[in-house]
């Protein structure tokens, strides 16, 4: 008998990535086990029986997305970008985790002050060429990111040097005349004497989670994902709303849409002077203020577990790829 295509979900495994992946799934109730203890690079998400984990490390992950070895992964978009050709064509990126965030940056040395913008480079690669023969030496990791990057503000005289170490050490070490690198909060860079070009910022990367096109989707796999991007929507929906309940005399039909129009609030149970609101947490307060100075008497906002909708935005965006 064939072997049931499980879906294959790749986590990272070791270090804050693994530990913020973990709680990632955990918030939405997904348990990542590992089967042998935390020397096992297979595990199994907690009661999704058609799903199991491959520990992996980030580079690794953004391979098996490529090859189709696995289903989902957690990897940063700095990778997805850099190591997977067209990658909107072989990946898609289902959704940010909130972690894992730094930028791709453009980074020249601190005493090249005339130079603030992209465009400005091509006048230095110039004068490099006239005064050392050469163009500039541009160290980096993110080799398919910088050629792409470069080529759309026309820098073509430049060699890339890659770069296994420190990159941003390179300049003052002399093998490299600017980088491109991966930076959180500059730092390291300003510690190099380097900065950041106004307009090179590349990319502002984080962990995403990912789904690969080319994966065998069987149906034990598509089943699997569903229910695990159902748990994560209903996690993140949970988190960013809140419930609001407001006991208001007279409460009318002219209320709820203004607090609709004005609050993202809409009302899912009404009974004469009180109703509950769906609300987006971040307009809950301005909400409890507006309704008090319509005549509120009270106004109390609470805290969601799950928000489980019909309309599971998270697969239905990836059934949409799939087909």
């Not at 470069?150 to 170490?165: L, Q, T, W």
């Amino acid at each position: 008998m064939a072997r049931v295509q499980k879906l294959i979900v790749a986590s990272p495994s070791k270090g804050r990535l693994q530990e913020n992946a973990a709680a990632f799934f955990a918030r939405a109730g997904l348990e990542l086990t590992q089967g042998r203890g935390a020397r096992d690079y297979r595990g199994a998400v907690a009661g999704v029986e058609g799903a199991e984990v491959a520990y992996l490390s980030a580079s690794e992950i953004t391979r098996r997305l490529a090859l189709g070895e696995a289903h989902l992964g957690v990897t940063g978009e700095d990778l997805v970008r850099e190591e997977i050709a067209d990658a909107d064509k072989t990946v898609e990126l289902l959704a940010p985790l909130g972690f894992g965030a730094a930028n791709v940056v453009v980074a020249v040395p601190q005493a090249w002050i005339d130079v603030r913008y992209m465009s400005d480079l091509a006048d230095v690669a110039d004068e490099f060429r006239a005064r050392h023969g050469r163009g500039l030496r541009v160290a980096t990791k993110y080799v398919n990111t910088t050629r792409r990057f470069f080529a759309a503000y026309d820098v073509s005289d430049y060699r890339i040097v890659e770069s296994s170490g420190a990159t941003e050490g390179a300049p003052a070490a002399g093998s490299a005349d600017l980088i491109v690198d991966i930076t959180t909060t500059g730092a390291t860079l300003a510690a190099n004497a380097l900065k950041v070009i106004e307009d090179g910022v590349i990319l502002r990367s984080q962990a995403n989670l990912v789904a690969s096109l080319t994966a065998p989707w069987s149906e034990t796999a598509r089943e699997a994902a569903r229910i695990i991007l159902s748990r994560i929507a209903a996690e993140e929906e949970a988190r960013t709303t809140r419930d609001v309940r407001v006991n208001l005399p007279g409460l009318g039909d002219q209320i709820l849409r203004e607090a609709e129009a004005n609050f993202g609030a809409s009302v899912h149970e009404r009974a004469e002077d009180c109703a509950t609101f769906s609300c987006p947490s971040k307009t809950v307060a301005a909400l409890a203020d507006w309704l008090i100075s319509q005549g509120a008497k009270s106004v109390t906002s609470a805290r969601l577990d799950y928000v489980f909708q019909a309309e599971n935005a998270l697969w239905s965006k990836l059934a949409g790829r799939l087909g």
